[in-house]
């Protein structure tokens, strides 16, 4: 059975950084893309960012451009989000997600999801 374990959730201050790791069992997902979404209280999830299976082409929101960077480990089957500079409209919860194919497109949906983590971004 497919299970994503996202983690690294938690509070922090504006300016601070954390990092989102989802553990993936139950198969590899070494040839498809993955990706990062959130969604806020009274909000609808979004996009964050996006890895292609091969882990050479990477996508963001605008929102998380050159703050957040997305990455994967082959060996260990884990995605990561590491967000940098954080503001409290980062405040969210985190999903972790794969894709069936292993490119991203915006015309795609994911097929696993995560539980989520939240993150928490105070003044």
């Known amino acids: 059975q497919v299970q994503l374990v996202e983690s690294g959730g938690g509070l922090v201050q504006a300016g601070g950084s954390l990092r989102l790791s989802c553990a993936a069992s139950g198969r590899t997902f070494s040839g498809s893309a993955m990706g990062w979404f959130r969604q806020a209280p009274g909000k609808e999830r979004e996009f964050v960012a996006a890895?292609?299976?091969?882990?050479?082409?990477?996508y963001y929101a605008d929102s998380a451009k050159g703050r957040f960077t997305i990455s994967r480990d082959y060996a260990l089957n884990t995605l990561y989000l590491q967000m940098n500079s954080l503001k409290p409209e980062d405040t969210a919860v985190y999903y972790c997600?794969?894709?069936?194919?292993?490119?991203?497109?915006?015309?795609?949906?994911?097929?696993?999801w995560g539980q989520g983590t939240q993150v928490t971004v105070s003044t």
């Open positions: 890895i292609n299976g091969r882990g050479v082409s990477t």
């Open positions: 997600a794969v894709y069936a194919v292993p490119y991203y497109s915006r015309q795609n949906n994911p097929t696993y």
